[in-house]
């Protein structure tokens, strides 16, 4: 008999698919290695207009989480104008302080992110990620200088001819083919591919329950391999973990991500807001794009907040 602890499809999905060892024995980029400067050059040459495109969300007290691990931002002031003059000639400043989880709102998951038996990307054990230290491998911060590149948006939700997904509605590997179809775009080496179902509707519209719910529009798990074939370098959803929820494959959590981060080496973007590019994009029928997403260089981090940006 199996060993339940191993006798999961997704597991043998991310063996077949794994990328441990193929940048060496101490990567940990990942898939961001496809990102060559050649990509990136080619990339810039993709902005005609100049037209820029914000794809985050904002970080404030009005963001969706509701609590306890992840909390929404705290923003204090901790100097004001009318605490008077600093110095004899007058000036006066402000000052703030921003308190929150790396990944309350828009954000990218690192290769330190999740894992399972006991080992991340690489080979690296869990055991590298350690409360007063951090995550000792496969931090974010190795990739903040890497996330600029060409970005692809699939209109998932246009393809289907609705606002927004339904719940709990799966993302397969023909749709992202189908997508890309009917939007007249190939995947290339070095991309970040990203794709809207419309669920960040349901933060817009001030229901944070639902968006963040385990009823969620996303990827299934045959997407791991198109994401592999094409050479992805990362990809980026407008939900809030990347994946349909609850998983099809009964007894497991979240084997999108795991396959993902884990296997493939690949960083995670989620909660990215592509109603206005999507629109843009619907409008000149252009869907690729300079992406710029670098997060913040927070040492031995397993996510990051980012502000990503879409140039066209």
């Not at 493939?264 to 997403?293: I, K, P, Q, R």
Request: negative net charge.
């Amino acid at each position: 008999m199996a060993d339940a602890k191993s006798d999961y499809e997704f597991k043998k999905i991310g063996k077949e698919l794994s990328n441990w060892g193929r940048w060496g024995s101490d990567d940990e980029l990942g898939t961001i290695n496809f990102i060559t400067p050649d990509v990136r050059k080619a990339a810039a040459a993709l902005v005609r207009t100049g037209k820029t495109f914000d794809l985050g969300m904002p970080f404030s007290s009005a963001g969706p989480q509701s609590g306890g691990g992840r909390f929404n931002p705290i923003h204090t002031m901790t100097m004001m104008p009318s605490d008077g003059p600093l110095f004899p000639d007058g000036m006066i400043a402000s000052d703030d302080v921003v308190t929150m989880p790396l990944q309350c709102a828009t954000q990218w998951d690192s290769l330190a992110h999740v894992g399972y038996d006991e080992a991340l990307y690489n080979g690296v054990p869990g055991s590298a990620v350690t409360a007063s230290k951090g995550a000792i491998k496969n931090s974010f911060d190795k990739v903040v200088n890497r996330l600029i590149t060409r970005g692809v948006l699939l209109d998932i939700a246009g393809l289907k001819g609705v606002d927004r997904l339904a719940r709990s509605e799966e993302i397969t590997a023909d749709d992202l083919d189908a997508a890309a179809a009917r939007q007249g775009v190939s995947i290339q080496s070095g991309d970040v591919v990203m794709f809207r179902t419309g669920w960040y509707q349901h933060f817009t519209e001030g229901n944070s329950a639902l968006y963040l719910g385990w009823e969620s529009a996303g990827l299934g798990i045959s997407a791991a391999a198109w994401l592999h074939d094409h050479e992805v370098a990362a990809v980026a959803g407008d939900n809030f973990a990347i994946e349909c929820l609850p998983a099809k494959e009964e007894g497991t959590s979240l084997p999108v991500h795991m396959v993902l981060i884990r296997d493939l080496g690949m960083t995670l973007g989620e909660m990215f807001n592509f109603e206005e590019l999507a629109a843009d994009c619907n409008s000149d029928g252009v869907w690729e794009f300079l992406f710029s997403g670098i997060g913040i260089k927070v040492t031995a981090s397993v996510g990051s907040p980012v502000t990503p940006i879409a140039i066209k």
